[in-house]
């Protein structure tokens, strides 16, 4: 099984509808990074949480971190066809932020 | 924009012979590393660095060989390109200071091996 578990895999969703992505560590979580891509594009970073319970905005993205389900979700409110894409997350298991395992990315599709 | 450029973009090969993919920064950050994305299989780390000559195998660094003489850039060599390496492959940086320890990536590398 994957050590950080994201879902779901793929999700479609009317413009102006909500939505949620989660990630799940089977090992402690120190952080959790999300990220947005492009397809055939790099990785652009979203947010990083660090403590358990710390919640980050920015424009119509937030995200959370719940440490002790070792767990972190993302809510799009309002969605638009810019947020369209692959969401990953990575997480921090070591404590140091040098290294991250990622999860195999939620495609997001938008539709009008 | 982090200052980070990848080449080639996109290179197509033949199984067997010897590819090398460049990053390059321009930050001086401490930290470089090489990922690849496959489908079904997300980003997985080959190698990284943490300082000039200072390198460490990822969980996929069989068959892949990385050098850093120069604290701008890190060079992946596969020896011997097969098949199974073809994929995107990623390069980041990451400052590696507390309290801004991120890690941004590249635009990407597309090997094709055939």
């Known amino acids: 099984s994957q050590e950080l578990e994201q879902s779901p895999q793929s999700l479609i969703v009317q413009e102006g509808k909500n939505l949620t992505i989660n990630c799940t560590s089977s090992?402690?979580?120190?952080?959790l990074y999300w990220y947005k891509q492009k397809y055939g594009e790099g990785l652009i970073f979203l947010m990083m949480?660090?403590?358990?319970?710390e919640e980050k905005s920015h424009e119509k993205i937030t995200a959370k971190l719940d440490e002790k389900k070792q767990q972190s979700s993302l809510h799009i409110t309002a969605s638009q066809p810019s947020h369209a894409g692959i969401y990953l997350c990575?997480?921090?298991?070591?404590?140091?932020?040098?290294?991250?395992?990622f999860g195999t990315g939620t495609r997001l599709q938008v539709t009008l | 924009d982090a200052g980070i450029t990848q080449s080639p973009r996109h290179k197509v090969t033949e199984t067997g012979t010897p590819v090398t993919l460049r990053c390059h920064q321009t930050?001086?950050?401490?930290?470089m590393y090489w990922y690849r994305q496959d489908p079904g299989h997300g980003l997985r780390l080959i190698h990284y660095?943490?300082?000039?000559?200072?390198?460490d195998k990822g969980e996929v660094s069989d068959g892949y060989s990385v050098s850093r003489s120069k604290t701008e850039d890190f060079l992946l060599t596969l020896e011997s390109a097969t098949s199974s390496q073809t994929s995107v492959y990623f390069c980041?940086?990451?400052?590696?200071?507390?309290?801004?320890?991120?890690?941004?990536f590249g635009p990407g590398t597309r090997l094709t091996v055939l």
């Open positions: 090992k402690t979580l120190y952080g």
């Open positions: 949480l660090q403590k358990g319970g």
């Open positions: 990575g997480a921090d298991n070591t404590g140091t932020a040098s290294k991250l395992t």
């Open positions: 930050e001086n950050h401490r930290y």
């Open positions: 980041a940086i990451n400052s590696g200071l507390a309290g801004t320890d991120t890690q941004y």
């Open positions: 660095s943490y300082g000039v000559k200072d390198t």
